[in-house]
Structure formats: C-alpha cells, structure tokens
C-alpha cells in the first residue's frame, strides 16, 4: 500500500512571497527544499520557527554537525520515521559515513565505530526518545563524566526533541519522502 501525502506540499511557485524567502534559505543550506518544509509553509509562522530552530539547532552550537545528524538517524529510527531517517542518512553519507555504520546507529550502538562518549550520547537520546522518565542522574552524570556540559545537553536533548517533533509530523500527514534510499 502506497501512502499518500494527506497535506499537498506547497511549491515555489504557489508560495506567497514571505515562504518563498524562507524557501530561499532553505535552499542555500540543502540545494533544494525539502517536503517538510514544503508543508510547513501551510503556516508560515510555524514555518519560519521551524526553520529558525533547525538551523540553531543544527548550524549552530558546540556539538559537531555529525554528532548532531546521528542524534537524528537515531532518535527517527526509535519512531520509526522513515523519511527522517532516510535524509539524515543520507546526510551522513555526504559527510563519508559509509552505510554500513549508519546502520549500526539504528540496529546496535554499542557495535558502533563512534567514540565511548558519542555511543553514550546516542543510547541516551534513544532513551529519552523512547522512555525520558526512566532515565537515570546515574546515567546523566555518566554522560557529564565524558565532559559534557549542561549547554551541550540541553543541545543534544534539544536535538532529540526537534526530530521527535518532525517525526510525528511527517508520519501524521503522511509526508513523501524526497530524499533517495540509502
């Protein structure tokens, strides 16, 4: 069964001129703009924070862009968003992860070429995706012992909580994915 867009995407040509100058930015940053944005701009407001926020989120701040795409392939794995994962996978891969260890992020973290630090990070945010009110001080002062300060938790966590947002997104109305499968 194929689904389905429940949202039309709004094109360039169709956007009122406030979108099509995000959509500008947008394209600066990805050479193209993706369907989640493209959907987005149904509500321009929510568009513009949207991609306010990923560029903060993402461009920005002290962890590494990598660091940051990973926390993405896997906090979209634990909800199952397939066109997230496909995109930050194929981040990845640009950035010469090859798809074998893009894989391990999703299956087994512990199997992972990453750092000791980068796996904690990750099997943390997969946690706090999954079950945040199991999560341990034991396991977060774990993670401070690799020299993580609270600004870069709340970094990572603001990370997971931006894919998370997306993910329900996407999956709630069906978006296409317009990256290719890695």
């Not at 947002?165 to 109305?173: C, E, P, R």
């Amino acid at each position: 069964m194929i689904n389905m867009a429940r949202i039309k995407p709004i094109e360039k040509e169709e956007a009122n001129e406030e979108v099509r100058g995000i959509y500008r930015d947008i394209e600066a940053a990805f050479g193209m703009v993706p369907n989640l944005f493209k959907t987005y701009a149904h509500f321009p407001a929510l568009l513009r924070v949207n991609w306010e926020k990923t560029k903060a989120l993402m461009m920005r701040g002290e962890l590494p862009r990598e660091l940051k795409e990973s926390i993405a392939v896997v906090v979209s794995a634990a909800n199952t968003c397939n066109y997230c994962v496909a995109a930050h996978s194929m981040a990845l891969m640009m950035m010469g992860f090859p798809k074998e260890k893009i894989d391990t992020l999703t299956k087994n973290i512990e199997k992972s070429e990453l750092s000791r630090r980068d796996q904690k990070i990750l099997q943390y945010v997969r946690k706090a995706t999954l079950t945040p009110l199991k999560i341990t001080d034991s396991e977060t002062r774990e993670l401070k012992s690799f020299g993580i300060t609270d600004g870069q938790m709340v970094e990572i966590l603001g990370v997971m909580e931006l894919f998370t947002g997306y993910n329900k997104f996407l999956d709630a109305l069906a978006v296409e994915i317009d990256f290719p499968a890695v």
